[in-house]
Every structure is written in C-alpha cells, then in structure tokens.
C-alpha cells in the first residue's frame, strides 16, 4: 500500500482507468482476483454495481459485493433462472421435509393411541425429548406420572 505506484484494482484494471486513492471498487475487488469484477460486470454493469456499493452503509458493502457476486455466478451458470433456480430447488426440499415430518407425527400419533388401546400404563409422550428422559433416573415429568396410579394418570390424561 505505497503512495503513488499502487497497482490498480481489478475493476479500474478491467475498465482500463485510473485507480483513484477513494477507488470505490477497489476494497471489494483486489488486483489478484479479476475474476470476481469480471462477472458482476459481465451481469450487472459496472455503473450499477458501482450505484449498489454507493447506496449502502459501508458496513454491508462486503456483504453485499459477496451476494452480488453470488448472484452473477448463477445467472452464467444457469442463463434462465439464475439463483432463482437454487431458491426454488431448496424451497421443494423444505416442502417436502415439512411433508416428511408430518407424516412422521401422524406415526408418533398413531402409536400413541394404539397404545392407549392396548390398555397400556399411559405416560403422556408429547416431546421425543420427554421419551428420551425416560430412561434416566431422574425426576422428570414422565417418571413422575409413572409413580401415579393409573387412575389417576388416566384423570390426568381427560383433565388436560
Ligand atoms: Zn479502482
């Protein structure tokens, strides 16, 4: 970082201008790495990203030069959908998980009340957690109800 003789950064280098000492690119985009103006430009424009930088707080310029980045990347990957088609992509992955668990809690449901029908001792099973707790020797609601008679576990079972 030497006065005058200071290398250009990679956007000033690519628009073949001068760097100047208040180079708004020049913090996000180093000389060694000229691929990363290279596509926002190639995407975005210069001018545009330059407009972005300059609207922002400089504390989330970073942030937002790494998403533009991110951004630019997709839409040369993928020239149709871009990061649309990662967010799309995740959000079939969460509806179909959120399908999964729903599925899994009509299970846990459904051997609950087998269980009741089975004329079981009823421990109230409303967490995994709580199941879990089972097994140790501690005092925890579920031991709890265990040490209730049935009758009054089954009370408790109507009550709530
Ligand atoms: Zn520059």
Redesign the pocket.
Known sequence: MGGNSHS??A??KLLR?R??KD????PY?PSHDPQKFAIVHKVFGASNVSKIIQELPVQQRTDAVSSLVYEAYARVKDPVYGCVGAISYLQNQVSELQMQLAVAQAEILYIQMQHHDDDEPVTQIPEMGMVLDHNFPSSSNVIHHDSLSRESVFGYDVVS
């Open positions: 250009p950064c956007s000033c201008r760097c100047a180079c708004i690119f020049a985009f």
